[in-house]
């Protein structure tokens, strides 16, 4: 990943609350999931856009067409630490409400939804 990265705290949410949004098809916020094909093949939560950190270079200009700035948005991978990488940089193009879900799929499955396979 390249570009600005900002050194702002990054907001965390927890996978209790994303099960609670998740629940409440709450469409105002957009989510995005930075882990690779394989990963998602093998555990996923439905309604995430996948774009994988190591193509990064295939969809980063695509980001401001493809969400709003603005909107609440969720950011997943597998423990939190990618997703943490992509908070940053959503934040240094100028997103005002990205969150980083603590744990990442790996707590959700264990805290939320244990038909999720963990890996």
């Known amino acids: 990943m390249t570009g600005n990265i900002s050194g702002q705290p990054i907001t965390q949410i927890s996978v209790e609350e994303l099960a609670q949004r998740?629940?409440?098809?709450?469409?105002?916020?957009?989510?995005?999931?930075?882990r690779e094909p394989q990963?998602?093949?093998?555990?996923?939560?439905?309604?995430?856009v996948n774009l994988p950190l190591s193509e990064f270079t295939q969809?980063?200009?695509?980001?401001?067409t493809k969400f709003d700035p603005d909107a609440e948005t969720l950011v997943?991978?597998?423990h939190g630490m990618r997703s943490a990488q992509m908070c940053q940089w959503l934040m240094a193009q100028g997103f005002?409400?990205?969150?980083?879900?603590?744990?990442?799929?790996?707590?959700?499955?264990?805290?939320?939804?244990?038909?999720?396979?963990q890996y």
């Open 39 to 48: 990963e998602v093949a093998l555990a996923k939560i439905s309604g995430f």
């Open 22 to 34: 998740l629940a409440a098809n709450d469409a105002s916020i957009q989510l995005i999931d930075v």
């Open 76 to 78: 997943l991978c597998h």
């Open 96 to 117: 005002t409400n990205v969150k980083n879900i603590a744990g990442g799929i790996d707590a959700y499955s264990l805290v939320v939804d244990s038909s999720i396979p």
């Open 59 to 64: 969809w980063s200009e695509q980001i401001p």
